[in-house]
């Protein structure tokens, strides 16, 4: 018979079967713990899991061999292994680096889907940048608008640039008039097409006339380069300009090539959907030396509109006959790893509506399936 235990902290005096009596041979002893109940320790001190006894249901260290092969219920497992010292363990936790699962094919559709997502939005195209095309679109929009209200001799006046814009070539006459136009009023090279017809689409600016016709001359004028330009490669050669013939305009001609039609389109996005593959290597050039960085309009820094295609993915889907004949030129000239229109970017409109693209659906249809 057990004596009594005593008080609930002397757990050492708790009483013991024949079982755990039989036990004390072993190297095993019983150790008291926090809740008060009883563990196993070898005979190093290192815990060991406790033992229910089969008779009396009482934690003891271990089973006796001899009783549990007179036993007829089956014999108990071997206890685990020794768990280490609680102070090793604690320290082992803090040091150790989480495991971080990395979707993949066989993952959840929920958790791929999210990953994909993020990796898009940090792949491209952030908010912010969205937030300067949708401005950048919201003021040629206002331009646009106010050059409908514009008197009729200044839309005249303004038909006559455009003209001259949307040659296919201008001769040395017609280069003059284009120079002597713009000195007069330097305002027309940001100006914005209204009502002009087949000429060229509402919203355009010069240069978008320009690239739209594949006028080199016309572009040379408004980016201030000389007006002789290479058949070849599109590089400018030097030419001897008088101090008259000098154009000035009412901004930096580096601002030109940046200025977005009412589709979020930059001239180089119009003169590769028409396969000008001279307008092309000279927008090229243009937009890269007006980078603060001189970082060229290629791979992940070739500009988006608002459906989120670069002049690479307008060139690539065109039917023009010129970009299917040098679909290949133009692919060298504008190809690079990681352009949005091979690697899909967020728009302005996946932003407002907080989705990305095809992953909002396949995702969505996901979340139906669960």
């Known amino acids: 018979a057990a004596t009594s235990a005593g008080p609930a902290d002397d757990a050492s005096n708790a009483p013991q079967d024949d079982a755990a009596t039989a036990s004390t041979s072993s190297p095993m002893q019983i150790a008291p713990i926090a809740e008060g109940g009883n563990v196993a320790t070898d005979a190093t001190g290192n815990i060991a899991a406790p033992i229910e006894c089969m008779h009396c249901h009482k934690m003891t260290g271990t089973a006796s061999p001899a009783a549990a092969s007179s036993s007829s219920v089956p014999a108990l497992a071997t206890p685990p292994q020794a768990a280490p010292p609680p102070a ?15 979707p993949s094919f066989l993952s959840p559709s929920t958790v791929r889907f999210e990953d994909e997502a993020a990796a898009g939005r ?14 950048s679109v919201l003021s040629a929009a206002r331009s646009t608008a106010l050059a409908l209200s514009s008197p009729t001799l ?19 006459k017609k280069v003059k008039k284009l120079k002597k136009m713009l000195s007069r009023d330097p305002s027309l090279a940001q100006a914005r097409a209204t009502d002009m017809g087949n000429l060229v689409y509402d919203g355009a600016t010069p240069l978008h ?16 380069l000389p007006t002789d330009v290479g058949e070849g490669d599109g590089d400018v050669v030097a030419a001897n300009e008088k ?18 039609d009412l589709q979020g389109r930059t001239p180089l996005h119009v003169a590769a ?21 001189g970082t060229a309009p290629i791979g992940p820094d ?24 040098h679909g290949k030129e133009l692919e060298r000239e504008l190809f690079s790893p990681g352009d949005g229109s091979v690697c899909g970017v967020q728009t302005p409109a996946m932003d407002r509506s907080g989705c990305f693209g095809w992953r909002w659906r396949r995702a969505e249809d996901a979340g139906n399936d669960q």
């Open 154 to 172: 200044l839309w005249e006046a303004r038909k006559n640039f455009f003209a001259l814009c949307a040659s296919a070539r201008l001769n040395e």
């Open 209 to 224: 006339a320009c690239a739209l016709a594949g006028n080199k001359e016309g572009a040379a004028v408004l980016l201030g």
């Open 302 to 325: 070739a500009p988006t509109d608002l459906a989120g295609r670069t002049p690479l993915g307008w060139a690539a889907t065109s039917r023009e006959v010129n970009a299917r004949k």
């Open 243 to 260: 101090e008259d013939d000098k154009v000035t305009t009412a901004t930096s001609p580096s601002i030109l090539p940046t200025l977005l």
């Open 273 to 293: 959907e028409r396969g000008h593959l001279d307008l092309v290597r000279i927008l090229k050039s243009a937009m890269t030396s007006a980078d603060p960085n």
């Open 88 to 102: 090793a363990a604690a320290a082992a936790a803090a040091t150790a680096a989480p495991a971080v699962a990395t």
């Open 122 to 135: 940090r792949r491209s195209s952030s908010s912010s940048s969205n937030a300067v095309l949708a401005e």
